[in-house]
């Protein structure tokens, strides 16, 4: 059974910055492709970025330039650098490892206040 555990949220001003933290547990981290998403209010869940087992990354261009993802593979941890947050971005990011099923975290919340 796997768990994902997101923390690093937070309130912060425009222009600031915050690490998101995604901690797995289980043994097919190394293999699995793990995601970011986020949830605005009355808003449907959109991907914000996804790291391959390879260490490939993708990101959506709302946030490509200002958001990094990555990955420790020996502590199980998938992070989110998000720089020069925007307004925009305040949302609930939740930790995704793809898989059948895919496993989802509980959500952490970001607030980016104007």
């Known amino acids: 059974q796997v768990q994902l555990a997101e923390s690093g949220g937070g309130l912060v001003q425009t222009g600031g910055s915050l690490r998101l933290a995604c901690a797995a547990s289980?043994?097919?981290?190394?293999?699995?492709?793990m995601a970011w998403y986020r949830q605005a209010p009355a808003k449907q869940r959109e991907l914000v970025a996804t790291?391959?087992?390879?260490?490939?990354?993708a990101y959506a261009i709302s946030v490509k330039g200002r958001f990094a993802i990555s990955r420790d593979d020996a502590k199980k941890t998938v992070y989110l650098q998000m720089n020069s947050l925007k307004p925009e971005d305040t949302a609930i990011y939740y930790c995704?490892?793809?898989?059948?099923?895919?496993?989802w975290g509980q959500g952490t919340q970001v607030t980016v206040s104007s």
């Open positions: 995704q490892m793809r898989g059948v099923p895919d496993y």
């Open positions: 289980g043994s097919i981290f190394s293999i699995s492709t």
């Open positions: 790291i391959y087992s390879g260490g490939a990354t």
